[in-house]
């Protein structure tokens, strides 16, 4: 069992599933090159190899599902590409099905013979999926009424998506015997080792665009002193800054509007009051007319902002080298971009050099270390998750937990 604070959770080693059909939760939701569509990341896509393995020896037949992006974004793709690098990395063939609840998956799912392996679709193709609930009310879905009589149990495995209180995560524990995979399990326990915290100085450094995350998490981490520093990177960085007061000029703001970020100003200002240890960039590397790539200070932006800029990587980095733990999630600025990826490979590479413990998640960063093997195991921990991780260090309850511990105690004991 993971004991979290009062949470008691399953893991493979308390429920043993053999010669049985599962429903395996995992997040292989990977960065897609926005031009071509393709995934420029496969870290989580080879995270489940020992879970899938394990179960897949035993006799069981598994069905995988994951989301990946959201509606809109230019990443919310369809997962055959994930079935092919799934079938290359389990070297087991691992039938991607273009369906998730319907009569084809459920036929397909039926019919399954032992050992099989599939993936299904997106599970966002589902609207239901979308909805925040509690785990009662998503235990009422048509994809959980659906799919759950189909099979023997659930195994989450999506470490990365334990934030998120969505259907697929926290609906069929409420009706299936239900565990945790060993990605879940490793995360959990090594997170809650590794974070001591009475050490520091403790360094976050936080980028990206789940704003509205970062906010969240931000909030957390001060109200409960966590954090000696925030250094600020990407979107989040740029709120910061309208918040204090600087201006970004029209195309930034544009853009934070157009993103509906506008209405967190007041959330930012909030905690730059409260004297939360925010730091802003000094300056940012911008791409200006026919794109011309310039640095300018934050002061006097004229361009539209990309990455950090020189001086505040040179500031983040001595940051950076003085900590004792820290902590990475969320890119500084457009990675998808060669011009643009320098702001995040410097910061990693003084985080990887420093004397200090790393802790690194989130899709996009995990892809800057490019699957390094140089990586010291008892001084980096690698995170499949980003905005899960980080919610889970500022002491936040996790729905994917809770749904497991509660799970346990109302499907497996009560039985
Ligand atoms: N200044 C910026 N403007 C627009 N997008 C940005 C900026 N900085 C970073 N991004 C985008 O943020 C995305 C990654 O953010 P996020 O999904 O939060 O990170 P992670 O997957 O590591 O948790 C990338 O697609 C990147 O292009
Ligand atoms: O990539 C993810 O989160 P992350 O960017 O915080 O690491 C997870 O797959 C969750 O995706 P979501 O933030 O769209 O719910």
Redesign the pocket.
């Known amino acids: 069992m993971i004991k979290v604070n009062d949470l008691e959770i399953p893991t493979l080693d308390d429920i043993s599933f053999s010669g049985n059909k599962l429903l395996v939760r995992i997040d292989i939701n990977s960065?897609v090159d926005p031009k071509t569509g393709k995934l420029i990341d496969d870290s989580r896509i080879k995270a489940y190899n020992e879970t899938i393995k394990e179960l897949v020896n035993k006799g069981n037949s598994l069905v995988l599902i994951s989301h990946q992006g959201r509606p809109g974004d230019s990443d919310f793709i369809s997962l055959e590409e994930h079935a092919e690098l799934l079938s290359k990395y389990l070297d087991m063939n691992v039938e991607f099905v273009e369906d998730v609840m319907g009569p084809y998956a459920r036929e397909r799912i039926k019919n399954m013979k032992s050992g099989e392996v599939i993936l299904l679709d997106n599970v966002r193709f589902v609207s239901e999926e979308l909805i925040e609930a509690p785990p009662t009310q998503h235990a009422k879905s048509y994809l959980v009424k659906r799919l759950s009589p189909l099979f023997d149990g659930y195994v989450n495995d999506a470490f990365a998506t334990a934030h998120r209180s969505q259907a697929s995560i926290v609906g069929f524990p409420m009706v299936l015997k239900s565990t945790a995979g060993r990605v879940m399990e490793k995360e959990v326990s090594a997170l809650a080792k590794i974070f001591n915290a009475d050490e520091f100085p403790k360094v976050f450094v936080l980028?990206?665009?789940?704003v509205l995350?970062s906010i969240r998490i931000i909030e957390n981490l001060v109200k409960r002193r966590l954090a000696d520093r925030i250094l600020t990177?990407?979107?989040i960085a740029?709120l910061f800054a309208v918040a204090k007061g600087l201006d970004l000029g029209k195309e930034n703001m544009q853009?934070l509007e157009k993103k509906g970020l506008i209405s967190l100003i007041p959330r930012a200002r909030k905690i730059l009051l409260s004297g939360g240890p925010i730091e802003i960039p000094v300056d940012f590397k911008v791409e200006k007319e026919e794109g011309k790539v310039a640095e300018e200070p934050s002061n006097k932006v004229t361009g539209v902002?990309?990455?950090i800029g020189s001086t505040t990587v040179g500031i983040y980095s001595s940051f950076i080298k003085d900590a004792k733990v820290i902590v990475m999630?969320?890119?500084?600025?457009?990675?998808?971009d060669e011009r643009f990826r320098e702001g995040s490979k410097k910061l990693l590479d003084s985080a990887l050099e420093s004397q200090g413990y790393l802790i690194i998640?989130?899709?996009?960063?995990?892809s800057m270390l490019g699957g390094s093997s140089e990586i010291n195991p008892s001084k980096v921990h690698v995170s499949t998750g980003?905005?899960a991780l980080l919610l889970f260090l500022a002491g936040e309850r996790l729905p994917a937990l809770e749904a497991l511990d509660l799970s346990y105690k109302e499907v497996v004991k009560k039985k």
């Open positions: 960065p980028g990206g665009g789940k995350d990177g990407g979107l740029e853009i902002i990309k990455d999630r969320g890119p500084m600025g457009v990675i998808e998640g989130g899709g996009h960063m995990i980003g905005g």
